[in-house]
């Protein structure tokens, strides 16, 4: 079955740590997305990628990197510079990243500072 | 600069009955929106999408959607709401060469 997978689902963290979230699609699509998803916040976009090699800063790129060396694969690390790493993250894919493209979701990674 | 407003926060509905969720927009050229639905949890699903042509569109789940451009809308309807349609709902509206904008999400209850 095509999709998107994200690992862990959940994932905790001591404060200070770099972490990475995996985000792995098999849609062929060559644009993928991060967003970051606090309560009553809706979706806020970090990072995207319309080509391998290349990407994009979203709104709220502060402390998250990100890289894109597979068609397929679009790791986010949370940085120890991020104020508040605490929140769901969701990775997303559509076909070209131009134009009305329907964004796929994967089923998120919630992470937990502590 | 661009917006997307979903004005209720939460909204509370009998099952059996009809629903109906707003979302307004504010933006400079034609969009394209869409509709998602999030289980707790979860990742988002597409519910349904407007490009262009017929305002009104049918997405799953029993789910359609009027654009009206003169009142920058895209409302999302259902006739009767089953216990499982419990969720948040997202509206998103992008334009083309930009990323697309979500509003803050609507959350639905269904009361038996």
């Known amino acids: 079955d095509g999709g998107i997978t994200q690992s862990p689902k959940y994932l905790f963290r001591k404060e200070g740590q770099n972490v990475t979230l995996s985000c792995e699609q098999n849609l062929n699509h060559d644009a993928m997305y991060w967003y970051r998803q606090d309560p009553g916040q809706g979706l806020r976009l970090i990072y995207y990628s319309q080509i391998v090699n290349d990407f994009q800063k979203g709104d709220i790129a502060e402390g998250y990197s990100v890289s894109r060396e597979k068609k397929e694969s679009f790791p986010l690390t949370v940085t120890s510079a991020q104020k508040n790493p605490t929140a769901f993250y969701l990775c997303a894919s559509s076909t070209t990243g131009q134009g009305p493209d329907t964004q796929y979701f994967g089923p998120g990674t919630r992470l937990t500072v502590l | 600069a661009q917006s997307v407003t979903q004005p209720d926060i939460h909204i509370t509905v009998s099952e059996g009955a009809s629903l109906e969720l707003r979302c307004n927009y504010s933006?400079?050229?034609?969009?394209?929106l869409f509709w998602y639905v999030q289980s707790p949890g979860q990742g988002l699903q597409l519910l349904l999408k407007y490009f262009s042509g017929d305002t009104l569109v049918q997405g799953i789940k029993g789910f359609e959607a009027e654009f009206k451009r003169s009142q920058s809308s895209f409302n999302l309807r259902k006739p009767s709401v089953h216990w499982s349609d419990a969720a948040e709902y997202f509206c998103?509206?992008?334009?083309?060469?930009?990323?697309?904008?979500f509003g803050k999400g609507t959350m639905l209850l269904v009361s038996p």
């Open positions: 933006y400079g050229a034609t969009p394209y």
């Open positions: 998103a509206v992008g334009v083309f060469y930009s990323t697309l904008t």
